[in-house]
């Protein structure tokens, strides 16, 4: 499974960001997908997920009402509103390889991550 992560950028605290991540090969088709960040100094820490279906989706507590997990077959969407700089990270796709998890350890297959970076 491949995973292609691309939309990052910089943006002022308050506004909007939108990530997508294109998974192929292998059974991406059946594979969950994950969304993860990394802030300097920080562990990697788990952002949202969906399911192969696209059916379902789960949130970290930290961006629960201001983040939006969304499927498109190959594709998956993060949209990002009401960014603080505290959302500044690189922000990883990941994919299970099957289950719908939210473990970081659990997810087999990542992608090269985008910057995102929110300025005050």
């Known amino acids: 499974v491949q995973l292609q992560a691309s939309g990052g950028g910089l943006v002022q605290a308050g506004g909007s960001l939108g990530l997508t991540c294109v998974v192929s090969?292998?059974?991406?088709?059946?594979?969950?997908v994950g969304w993860f960040r990394q802030a300097p100094g920080k562990e990697r820490e788990f952002i949202a997920a969906?399911?192969?279906?696209?059916?379902s989706t789960r949130y970290a507590d930290s961006v629960k009402g201001r983040v939006t997990i969304s499927r498109s077959n190959a594709v998956v969407s993060l949209q990002m509103n009401g960014l603080r700089p505290e959302d500044t990270a690189i922000y990883y796709c990941?994919?299970?390889?099957?289950?719908?998890?939210?473990?970081?350890?659990?997810?087999?297959?990542w992608g090269q991550g985008t910057q995102v970076t929110v300025s005050s």
């Open positions: 990941a994919a299970s390889g099957g289950p719908f998890v939210t473990s970081r350890t659990q997810h087999d297959y």
């Open positions: 090969g292998g059974s991406s088709s059946r594979s969950a």
């Open positions: 969906v399911s192969a279906s696209g059916g």
